[in-house]
């Protein structure tokens, strides 16, 4: 009788597992402790990106030849994604010295150089998405209390340990995306509890023009469900609609606050500071 599907793959990977080297198997979960780091650190702690990079490099420190290996399977994928890195960096690059845009933003961009290196430390480490699943939770809770605590404080927008409001709403979205979309089985109710906390982030961020993007991301996993998970999903859609509603009779985010940040944005601008919500 032939094995199920579900049954081969998990033999396979059995199998794979039999042959990996301790050190490996201990790389690959430094790479991990590094996922998770990733999206719990990223807007809610002023560490940022730091200590994701720091484990990832200490991952390639312990099996460097396992990236080498990577590199020779993938190595067509690889360069396409190299390929139009650079064409972005180009355009960068030409920015700069065209509508000399200062080196500070450039650098901003520029960071996108990374991501082949990075793309081929997964494909090659092969490290579980749980652990940035269980991140992208513990950054949207991290999220919310630092902008309640923000708000509670006197400040009119939340906006995490980030330049501005918008770009810390940008951000909780994405947080979102991967609470949603890298979801194993079975874990609906922790998914659905930091996704409501999350929307409530967004709500404190007073971010409005994000709204359409985070309905579109749920709409997107509600297609994509069935049964306990599509009436979660429904669920969050109700609190994400109530949330929009409630958002337009916060003291906070009425038009003539927004009209005062908005000239105090200008003021900045002038001076030189770029990074404001305007």
Known sequence: MPLPESRIHLTADAAIASVESPRLR???????????????????????????????????LMAPDQLLRGKREIGRSLRLLLALVLAVTVVVVMSK???????????????LLTLPFFALMVYAYRPSRRWLWAGALAGLVGAFVVAAWQVG???DRALGWTDNAIMFADALIALIVLAVFCRPPGELLWTTLACAIGIGAVALSGSRGIWPGLALVLVIGLLVSAG???????????????????????PPLAEQTRIEELRSDV????????????
């Open 153 to 155: 404080n006197g400040v």
């Open 228 to 250: 306990r998970a599509r009436k979660l999903l429904l669920s969050l859609l109700a609190v994400l609609a109530l949330t929009v509603i409630a958002s337009w009779w916060i």
């Open 26 to 60: 201990r790389a690959r979960r430094v790479l991990e402790i590094g996922l998770f780091c990733l999206p719990a650190l990223l807007i809610s702690t002023p560490w940022g990106l730091t200590p994701f990079t720091a484990f990832a490099l200490a991952a390639l």
């Open 97 to 111: 010295f065209i509508f000399d845009v200062r080196w500070r933003e450039v650098d901003n961009r520029l960071r």
């Open 267 to 278: 003021d900045r601008y002038m001076e030189g500071d770029a990074a404001s919500s305007l």
